[in-house]
Protein backbone atom coordinates (compact mmCIF):
# COMPACT_ATOMS: atom_id res chain seq x y z
CA UNK A 1 0.00 0.00 0.00
CA UNK A 2 1.49 3.39 -0.90
CA UNK A 3 0.57 6.63 0.29
CA UNK A 4 2.27 9.90 -1.02
CA UNK A 5 1.44 12.46 1.59
CA UNK A 6 2.12 16.39 1.48
CA UNK A 7 1.84 18.78 4.00
CA UNK A 8 -0.54 21.28 3.44
CA UNK A 9 -2.40 24.73 5.09
CA UNK A 10 -5.58 23.42 3.06
CA UNK A 11 -7.09 20.67 0.89
CA UNK A 12 -10.27 19.92 -0.95
CA UNK A 13 -11.64 17.47 -3.30
CA UNK A 14 -14.71 18.09 -5.80
CA UNK A 15 -16.55 15.66 -7.76
CA UNK A 16 -18.55 16.98 -10.70
CA UNK A 17 -17.64 20.72 -9.76
CA UNK A 18 -19.14 19.84 -5.97
CA UNK A 19 -16.63 20.29 -2.90
CA UNK A 20 -17.40 17.18 -1.35
CA UNK A 21 -13.73 17.27 0.96
CA UNK A 22 -12.06 19.86 2.64
CA UNK A 23 -9.55 19.94 5.67
CA UNK A 24 -7.43 23.13 7.08
CA UNK A 25 -3.79 22.56 8.02
CA UNK A 26 -2.58 18.65 8.15
CA UNK A 27 -2.12 15.76 5.78
CA UNK A 28 -3.23 15.33 2.09
CA UNK A 29 -2.47 11.04 1.34
CA UNK A 30 -2.63 9.61 -2.12
CA UNK A 31 -3.55 6.17 -1.17
CA UNK A 32 -2.70 3.93 -4.04
CA UNK A 33 -3.68 -0.16 -3.15
CA UNK A 34 -1.63 -2.89 -4.80
CA UNK A 35 -2.17 -6.51 -5.36
CA UNK A 36 -1.34 -8.41 -2.67
CA UNK A 37 -2.63 -5.78 0.11
CA UNK A 38 -4.24 -6.43 2.72
CA UNK A 39 -6.11 -4.99 6.26
CA UNK A 40 -2.38 -5.68 7.84
CA UNK A 41 -0.47 -3.33 4.87
CA UNK A 42 -3.88 -1.16 5.66
CA UNK A 43 -3.24 -0.88 9.11
CA UNK A 44 1.10 -0.54 9.39
CA UNK A 45 0.26 2.12 6.34
CA UNK A 46 -1.74 4.46 8.48
CA UNK A 47 0.11 4.05 11.21
CA UNK A 48 3.12 5.18 9.43
CA UNK A 49 1.16 8.15 8.10
CA UNK A 50 -0.64 9.55 11.63
CA UNK A 51 2.85 9.31 13.22
CA UNK A 52 5.30 10.56 10.68
CA UNK A 53 6.90 13.88 11.71
CA UNK A 54 6.51 15.95 8.80
CA UNK A 55 5.46 19.43 11.37
CA UNK A 56 7.67 21.81 13.02
CA UNK A 57 8.10 21.79 16.39
CA UNK A 58 9.18 25.42 18.42
CA UNK A 59 12.57 25.21 16.89
CA UNK A 60 11.54 24.73 12.80
CA UNK A 61 12.34 21.19 12.94
CA UNK A 62 10.05 18.28 11.39
CA UNK A 63 9.36 16.59 14.98
CA UNK A 64 5.66 16.76 15.32
CA UNK A 65 3.22 14.43 13.56
CA UNK A 66 -0.53 15.40 12.20
CA UNK A 67 -1.52 13.70 15.55
CA UNK A 68 0.52 15.44 17.15
CA UNK A 69 -0.68 18.55 15.98
CA UNK A 70 -4.14 17.64 15.23
CA UNK A 71 -4.49 18.32 11.67
CA UNK A 72 -6.53 16.80 9.44
CA UNK A 73 -6.61 14.13 7.13
CA UNK A 74 -7.48 13.80 3.52
CA UNK A 75 -7.39 10.31 2.28
CA UNK A 76 -7.88 10.77 -1.81
CA UNK A 77 -7.93 6.93 -3.11
CA UNK A 78 -5.28 7.15 -6.52
CA UNK A 79 -4.69 3.94 -8.09
CA UNK A 80 -1.96 5.59 -10.45
CA UNK A 81 0.44 5.42 -7.56
CA UNK A 82 0.64 1.43 -8.33
CA UNK A 83 1.72 2.01 -11.77
CA UNK A 84 4.77 0.10 -13.47
CA UNK A 85 6.77 2.54 -14.95
CA UNK A 86 9.92 0.87 -15.62
CA UNK A 87 9.58 0.57 -19.38
CA UNK A 88 7.88 2.18 -22.32
CA UNK A 89 6.31 5.60 -22.17
CA UNK A 90 2.97 4.18 -20.80
CA UNK A 91 2.31 2.90 -17.82
CA UNK A 92 0.82 -0.49 -16.79
CA UNK A 93 -1.64 -0.86 -14.03
CA UNK A 94 -0.82 -4.49 -13.88
CA UNK A 95 0.36 -4.09 -10.19
CA UNK A 96 -2.69 -2.21 -9.13
CA UNK A 97 -4.98 -4.07 -6.61
CA UNK A 98 -8.81 -5.05 -8.72
CA UNK A 99 -11.37 -2.16 -8.40
CA UNK A 100 -13.23 -3.91 -5.83
CA UNK A 101 -10.59 -5.01 -3.49
CA UNK A 102 -8.98 -1.59 -3.82
CA UNK A 103 -12.70 -0.14 -2.91
CA UNK A 104 -12.71 -2.59 0.36
CA UNK A 105 -9.18 -1.83 1.39
CA UNK A 106 -9.76 1.99 0.74
CA UNK A 107 -12.80 1.81 2.80
CA UNK A 108 -11.29 0.07 5.54
CA UNK A 109 -8.38 2.44 5.94
CA UNK A 110 -10.90 5.22 6.07
CA UNK A 111 -12.83 3.31 8.78
CA UNK A 112 -9.70 3.11 10.78
CA UNK A 113 -8.01 6.42 10.22
CA UNK A 114 -11.62 8.00 11.41
CA UNK A 115 -11.28 5.53 14.67
CA UNK A 116 -7.61 6.92 15.20
CA UNK A 117 -7.83 10.45 13.89
CA UNK A 118 -9.96 13.55 13.56
CA UNK A 119 -11.14 15.63 11.67
CA UNK A 120 -10.59 12.37 8.53
CA UNK A 121 -11.96 13.86 4.55
CA UNK A 122 -11.96 11.85 1.72
CA UNK A 123 -12.13 11.69 -2.03
CA UNK A 124 -14.32 9.35 -3.78
CA UNK A 125 -13.03 5.95 -4.83
CA UNK A 126 -13.28 5.42 -8.89
CA UNK A 127 -14.61 9.51 -9.43
CA UNK A 128 -12.70 12.10 -11.89
CA UNK A 129 -11.76 14.24 -8.92
CA UNK A 130 -10.11 17.73 -9.18
CA UNK A 131 -7.79 17.89 -5.87
CA UNK A 132 -6.47 21.43 -4.74
CA UNK A 133 -3.98 21.92 -2.16
CA UNK A 134 -1.79 24.91 -0.83
CA UNK A 135 1.51 22.63 -0.16
CA UNK A 136 3.11 23.72 3.17
CA UNK A 137 6.65 23.53 2.43
CA UNK A 138 6.30 21.51 0.01
CA UNK A 139 6.88 18.99 2.28
CA UNK A 140 6.04 16.02 0.44
CA UNK A 141 6.89 11.92 1.13
CA UNK A 142 6.14 8.59 -0.11
CA UNK A 143 5.52 5.91 1.93
CA UNK A 144 4.92 2.33 1.34
CA UNK A 145 4.30 -0.78 2.68
CA UNK A 146 4.58 -3.67 0.60
CA UNK A 147 2.47 -6.74 0.34
CA UNK A 148 3.60 -9.96 1.52
CA UNK A 149 4.24 -11.11 -1.88
CA UNK A 150 6.04 -8.50 -3.03
CA UNK A 151 8.03 -7.52 0.18
CA UNK A 152 11.14 -9.15 -0.63
CA UNK A 153 11.09 -8.78 -4.26
CA UNK A 154 11.49 -5.68 -7.18
CA UNK A 155 10.27 -2.26 -6.09
Not at 28 to 57: H, K, M, T
Not at 128 to 138: C, K, R, T
Amino acid sequence: MIGLLQRVSEASVAVQGQRIADIGPGLLVLVGIERGDSDAEAGRLLQRLVSYRVFPDDAGRMNRSVRDVGGGLLLVPQFTLAADTNTGTRPSFTPAAPPEEGRRLFEHFVAQARRQHAPVETGEFGAHMQVESINDGPVTFWLRVAPKATAAGAL
